[in-house]
């Protein structure tokens, strides 16, 4: 349902685009109030933006700590006690046993780290080329922020769902609900991440279009890197 959503979001815009009129240069006062409300969307997603890689950071400090704990509790040492050892050193074990759950999905959680990073990386460096390109007015501009405020919504919502997962090894769930909640977030991510890169590139194909009407394609072709 999720994706059948993110498609016709996708479809949408470029009807939006397409039937909307070329911009016009002229600054009237309408179109520098536009404008003014363009920045002002923009500095609130770059604030979001920055609680997401502040998160990141958080996860990627995580993981150091369990690698640096796996190393301090040797476990070849430990797995020669005795059963009275192992009562005797009962509080130890159980950490053994949340770090070891924690390790057995390190991989996923520095999968969805890198998903994430990707997300926002794509979406400073294609926003960014959008609003040098002429092609767009402000109007649009607007709607393509929009767009993007709603994927990085739903990536900082899954990313929150990690982060909890992460902090709460200290709980008794089962290894295997943990995981699965986590392979529920990274999917959703991964989609988030798919939806990204294919609503830029159907707005880069809209400015190509626009590019070819105004024979300037060569110009907007080395803007997107498409030498």
């Known amino acids: 349902m999720k994706k059948n959503v993110s ?14 009129p070329q911009p016009v240069r002229a600054q009237d006062p309408v179109t520098e109030a ?15 933006v920055q609680r997401l890689q502040n998160e990141t950071i958080w996860l990627q400090n995580a993981q150091k700590v369990l690698e640096n704990k796996l190393s301090e509790l040797r476990l070849t040492e430990i797995a020669r006690w005795t059963e009275q050892q192992r009562l005797l050193y ?13 390790l057995a999905h ?12 990707a997300l926002v990386a794509e979406y400073r460096r294609a926003f960014g080329l959008f609003r040098q390109d002429p ?63 294919a609503f830029n590139a159907r707005t880069v194909q809209l400015s190509l279009l626009r590019a070819k009407e105004r024979n300037n394609v060569q110009a907007i072709r080395h803007l997107y890197g498409l030498d």
């Open 106 to 117: 390190y991989q996923r959680v520095r999968d969805i780290i890198q998903t994430q990073a």
């Open 135 to 197: 092609h767009f007015s402000p109007p649009e501009l607007a709607y393509l922020q929009q767009v993007y405020n709603g994927l990085l919504r739903a990536s900082e919502e899954n990313l929150d769902q990690v982060l909890l997962l992460v902090r709460a090894y200290a709980t008794q769930m089962p290894d295997a609900a943990r995981l699965e909640l986590l392979d529920q977030a990274a999917d959703r991510l991964e989609q988030n991440y798919s939806d990204l890169r």
């Open 90 to 102: 009962s509080d130890y074990f159980e950490e053994l046993r949340k770090v070891k759950a924690a």
């Open 7 to 20: 498609i016709l979001l996708l479809s949408l815009l470029l009807v939006v685009l397409v039937s909307s």
């Open 34 to 48: 536009i404008k003014a409300g363009v920045k002002k969307v923009i500095v609130a997603l770059d604030l979001q």
